[in-house]
């Protein structure tokens, strides 16, 4: 597992048996629990694919936790404080699988560190697993900057920094990015919290608008509905506890069409040019 890489996502829900009939109706997940019961692991194939676990109440709106590979999370601990962001819950082991801690960058977003005991297993890439994460945040030069001093990310605007502000962030030497940032932009509502977006494949056999349309079904809203982008046909939607996610197909990719003259209503002959 590479320093950097996203490594596991879990839920905090105060209603187990909502989020696990949603989920597996929409994916096909199976469940299963650890010894104590108190987290559920979702699998996907066989292999963990996200965990949920139960909280009396929730302070915020449910959201999705990603979780990064590290190789020591009292050091990363202690690079977070130097970075400028804060301790939400310092290191902790965990059923001898391993230790985790989760921070605040300094833009506010939760994010989640996870230093595995041994190989960790993670589905990804495939129907109802992990595809994507993308921090969405107001202030992107400073949760570019906290990323980079923390696991020297090489960043790649791939916007046009203003209109639409969106870096990748790349491990040195791998041939994929390990995740987005995206700025938010003017017509975002001013109370919006920097938040991570996990984005789910739904792969082309069920596809982004069926898969929306079953989301709904079983109890999900939809935020945003599906279109086509550059990296697939995608939707958002917010599932029956408040938890916003993003389904896409990645198969579906679509080439942003340049206008024509034509299509642009440009006149033959400009009256101005003699």
Known sequence: MQFGTPCWIDLATTDPKTSRDFY???FGWQYQANRTGDYLTALADNVPAAGFYRVPALEHS????LYLAVSDCTRTAERIVRLGGQIVMP???FDGQGSLLVAADPTGATIGFWQPAAPWPFATGT????RWAELNTWDGDLADKFFVDLFGYQLEQIGDGQGFDYTTWSVLG?????AGRMQFGADFPAGTRPHWMIYFEVGPMLGTDEATVLAVRLGGRLLSE?????FGR???VEDPSGAAFTLIDSSNRSTP????EDELGAVADDPYDD
């Open 24 to 26: 597996g109706g929409l």
């Open 62 to 65: 449910p959201a999705w936790t």
């Open 91 to 93: 290191p902790q082991d």
């Open 127 to 130: 129907k109802g697993e992990f």
């Open 174 to 178: 791998a041939a994929e990015p390990v």
């Open 226 to 230: 599906p279109a086509d982008s550059p």
């Open 234 to 236: 995608l939707s958002v």
């Open 257 to 260: 069409h340049a206008p024509s």
